[in-house]
């Protein structure tokens, strides 16, 4: 048993539709296909999401009718046999949204978001799942919403792997090699109502399939050939990582590279199952392997996060930063859902770099008020080099202004505007 995922970049277009086909075509086995929502899709769905939040019911509808069309078009040039199936059965899954975008909002705005967002992975699963039809491959739709169980926390739902584990078991039981067509990033409630696993959480989909089937390997299908040293767009001289360990990786996603979803390995990890990454524009490449074997000698691998705010909280009365106010901050952070990037301590304050997300910064503002001044620093960018020692820290510097600095034997971290 193999666990294939397509991303969004693989599904933007009719022609690399049809190229997930040509890959699909060289197995000869029973697989689980996870699907990712076509291309820009789930950036448009979160628009849609904001304008109903916001109370702009129209515009929530004008802009969900875009995507509608967009995926009818992709439908109709990809399909002859089976589009009027297919059609009838996306319009059941645009009803599923529109009749919320009629409604006005009353729950909080997570919940919405899940309900309307998760649907870019149903609507593309859909239209592949009646190409591979189409071409004569024996596909079948799974909803994963039927499978995946998980807790109510929207937008990063947490999933019950033994309730998971006891629902896809039976369904994988055709005798002759299937492709098990079904959806990244979703799962649902006790009480069927949809979630979502984390942002980019298709990856850590796919590696909960793989680690409760018992899979051979996972792969992730992506427009580049592998996992880079860094992000190609800003560093020219980026460098393909042919392996890697699972700690690694683990390090590399804390940090916020652009790799693989960080909730991925865990699943992956357990069962010592390989995680191979490779390039859906050209399969013959041999990609990056990711496996619990240690890869010494790496390059230096770096990553740039931009968009990102430091706090600068100083104890009101001038005491020591100690337990009970460190206590309080994680509990606060916790509570709203904010992960902080970097935290440096000194004996009266503490700094925390952290992604600019302005309704909960002004919270943490209020809530800590009581305990610390503060102060927002906002359009910084935090840049990260692991194994500095074999270079990679210059360059990026040059002209900037570092406020902030944290090193380790390993890992080196520069706050800067």
């Not at 109510?152 to 039981?173: G, K, M, N, S, Y």
Request: some cysteine; charged content about 20%.
């Amino acid at each position: 048993m193999k666990v294939y995922k397509f991303g969004g970049a693989s599904l933007g277009s009719v022609d690399r539709i049809k190229q997930v086909g040509s890959i699909l075509r060289q197995e000869q086995q029973t697989m689980v296909v996870v699907i990712s929502a076509m291309g820009k899709t789930t950036n448009a769905l979160e628009k849609v999401a904001d304008a109903f939040y916001n109370g702009n019911q129209q515009d929530a509808l004008n802009l969900f009718n875009l995507i509608k069309e967009s995926h009818i078009t992709t439908a109709k040039y990809l399909l002859v046999k089976t589009y009027n199936k297919t059609l009838d059965e996306l319009e059941s899954l645009f009803t599923e949204v529109e009749w919320l975008l009629h409604d006005k909002p009353v729950k909080e705005y997570d919940y919405y978001y899940d309900q309307v967002v998760c649907i870019g992975e149903l609507l593309s699963s859909v239209i592949v799942n009646a190409y591979l039809q189409e071409t004569g491959l024996n596909a079948q739709w799974l909803d994963v919403r039927d499978i995946i169980r998980t807790d109510d926390h929207f937008r990063d739902a947490q999933v019950d792997f033994e309730f998971t584990r006891d629902r896809l078991t039976p369904l994988l039981i055709n005798a002759s090699p299937t492709f098990y067509v079904t959806q990244g990033f979703i799962g649902s409630t006790d009480e069927n109502e949809s979630t979502t696993l984390g942002r980019e959480g298709s990856d850590y989909s796919a590696a909960i399939f793989a680690n409760l089937l018992g899979a051979d390997n996972l792969t992730i299908w992506k427009d580049v050939e592998g996992v880079m040293n860094a992000d190609p767009n800003k560093f020219t001289d980026a460098v393909l990582l042919p392996e890697l360990s699972y700690a690694e990786v683990i390090e590399m996603s804390y940090y916020g590279a652009q790799v693989i979803h960080p909730k991925t390995i865990k699943p992956l990890q357990n069962k010592g199952i390989p995680l191979l990454v490779k390039s859906f524009i050209n399969p013959a490449l041999p990609g990056t392997v990711i496996s619990k074997k240690n890869v010494k000698g790496l390059p230096p691998v770096k990553v740039i996060k931009e968009n990102q705010v430091l706090l600068h909280l100083t104890s009101l009365d001038y005491s020591f930063v100690g337990e009970a106010p460190m206590i309080f901050l994680y509990n606060l952070f916790a509570e709203l859902g904010l992960k902080p990037n970097l935290i440096q301590t000194g004996a009266i304050g503490v700094q925390v770099c952290m992604d600019d997300k302005p309704g909960k910064l002004d919270q943490v503002a209020v809530s800590a008020s009581g305990v610390f001044d503060v102060q927002i620093e906002k359009g910084l960018s935090l840049y990260t080099v692991r194994h500095y020692a074999n270079g990679g820290v210059n360059g990026v510097l040059e002209g900037r202004q570092v406020l902030l600095l944290q090193q380790t034997v390993d890992t080196v971290q520069y706050v800067y505007r």
